[in-house]
């Protein structure tokens, strides 16, 4: 697949995410209670499949999602302190139970970290791409060689299925609202 129709696949990717996060900011508005994804299933379709829904977030997804960013985060550690097997999960479940009390403290005070550490998420986003303009050259190796005779069919066909991949990094698509 040439650059072009990868980085097309990265806005196709974009818009259904936008698209799904009206939708979900639509349903929010329509419905204004706690609950988010797992009540509108089961108002839409059946209080099971709220519930089916709302069950695995508690017990498969978030717990699995929240350990392993526990997990990769202490791992980005022990690449500087070379912690132990033992030490690296006691610091991830240390850092759960962090994370934990700072939402029992309560929601607002917590939303002033995520707000402030944010920025430290944004920062590298911004410096690669300012970097990446300032200093970046095209090497001729990366691009690929575009096919001369792929027809508008073959190239439809490539497309077709190349942004599936993408989104479930998308956040509504992934798991919905926070």
Same mark, same amino acid.
């Given at each position: 697949?040439? +650059?072009?129709?990868?980085?097309? *696949?990265?806005?196709?990717?974009?818009?259904?995410?936008?698209?799904?996060?009206?939708?979900?900011?639509?349903?929010? $508005?329509?419905?204004?209670?706690?609950?988010?994804?797992?009540?509108?299933?089961?108002?839409?379709?059946?209080?099971?499949?709220? #519930?089916?829904?709302?069950?695995?977030? #508690? *017990?498969?997804?978030?717990?699995?999602?929240?350990?392993?960013?526990?997990?990769?985060?202490? $791992?980005?550690?022990?690449?500087? +302190?070379?912690?132990?097997?033992?030490?690296?999960?006691?610091?991830?479940? &240390? &850092?759960?139970?962090? #994370?934990?009390?700072?939402?029992?403290?309560? !929601?607002?005070?917590?939303?002033?970290?995520?707000?402030?550490?944010?920025?430290?998420?944004?920062?590298?986003?911004?410096?690669?791409?300012? #970097?990446?303009?300032?200093?970046?050259? *095209?090497?001729?190796?990366? !691009?690929?060689?575009?096919?001369?005779? +792929?027809?508008?069919?073959?190239?439809? !066909?490539?497309?077709?299925?190349?942004?599936?991949? &993408?989104?479930?990094?998308?956040?509504?698509?992934?798991?919905?609202?926070?």
């Amino acid at each position: 697949m040439s +650059m072009g129709l990868a980085l097309l *696949c990265w806005i196709v990717g974009g818009i259904v995410s936008i698209l799904g996060g009206l939708c979900f900011a639509e349903l929010g $508005a329509s419905m204004p209670v706690a609950g988010g994804q797992t009540v509108y299933l089961s108002r839409a379709y059946h209080p099971l499949l709220g #519930f089916i829904n709302g069950f695995n977030l #508690f *017990c498969i997804n978030g717990s699995g999602s929240t350990a392993a960013l526990a997990i990769a985060s202490v $791992a980005f550690l022990d690449g500087v +302190m070379h912690l132990s097997s033992l030490t690296s999960k006691l610091l991830a479940i &240390l &850092l759960i139970a962090a #994370f934990t009390l700072i939402n029992l403290v309560g !929601v607002k005070k917590a939303s002033y970290l995520q707000n402030f550490t944010m920025v430290f998420r944004l920062l590298p986003i911004v410096l690669i791409i300012v #970097f990446g303009f300032c200093y970046g050259r *095209c090497h001729t190796g990366l !691009v690929s060689a575009p096919r001369l005779l +792929m027809t508008t069919a073959e190239s439809l !066909v490539q497309f077709r299925w190349s942004p599936l991949p &993408l989104l479930p990094h998308y956040g509504p698509l992934k798991d919905g609202p926070i």
